[in-house]
């Protein structure tokens, strides 16, 4: 018996690993967060237990974990995006180790792949950026220390925000004095679901244009320079003077 955390990708059903959707498909019992996993995913399953966990705390999601485990049932935990990025899946690991309960994580499509996808954009190009940060805009949750959105804007990286959408305001703030007013920025709300939606802009204009979208949640914020390059280096990869094993 194993349970198996599954990145179910961002929204499009097509957007999961042959080996998520093999496992969804075989598993006699399903957990998935209906929250922001579509039952789409899951089409042709053969399992006899289906429970969307959105209002269940982790005590009663360990439980059936537990129940499962003692049936011999493997369970497919399916959770949005990739698992390993904001999927609550420590917590559960934690107490599946505590009892002795094996388990195995198939990642996912990220939101941030689907968004960069969608804009047609390359979050890495040769002397514009070449790190990516993924951080979220700390209110709830304190951020640990050096983790504050205004330190990582010190780097001027591609970043991508997840959960910050209702405090733009706060954040466009905090990056302008290290990106400036006129560095492109996008807000994607739903990405590769059928209702995306997205505006891209400046931090000088993009407050604007998201209250005219309406975006208050399920979005994600992408910031930096790559969004809208102008000309930029070719690289090496591909360069016709450039020799590797491949191409000497």
Known sequence: MTVYFIGAGPGDPELITVKGQRLIRSCPVILYAGSLVPEAVLQGHSANQVVNTAELNLGEIVTLLHQAHKRGQDVARVHSGDPSLYGAIGEQIRELRALGIPFEIVPGVTATAACAALLESELTLP???????????????????????????????????????????????????????DCPIAVIHRASWPDQDWVLGTLADIEEKVAAKGFRRTALILVGRVLDPGSFAESALYDARHRHLYRP
Not at 162 to 172: D, E, F, N, S, W
């Open 127 to 181: 002397g514009i950026a070449q790190t990516v940060i993924l951080t979220r805009y700390g209110t709830t949750s304190p951020m640990p220390e050096g983790e504050q959105l205004e330190d990582l804007a010190r780097h001027r990286a591609t970043m991508a925000i997840h959960l910050g959408v209702r405090q733009l305001p706060a954040i466009v703030s905090e990056l302008l004095p290290h990106y400036g007013a």
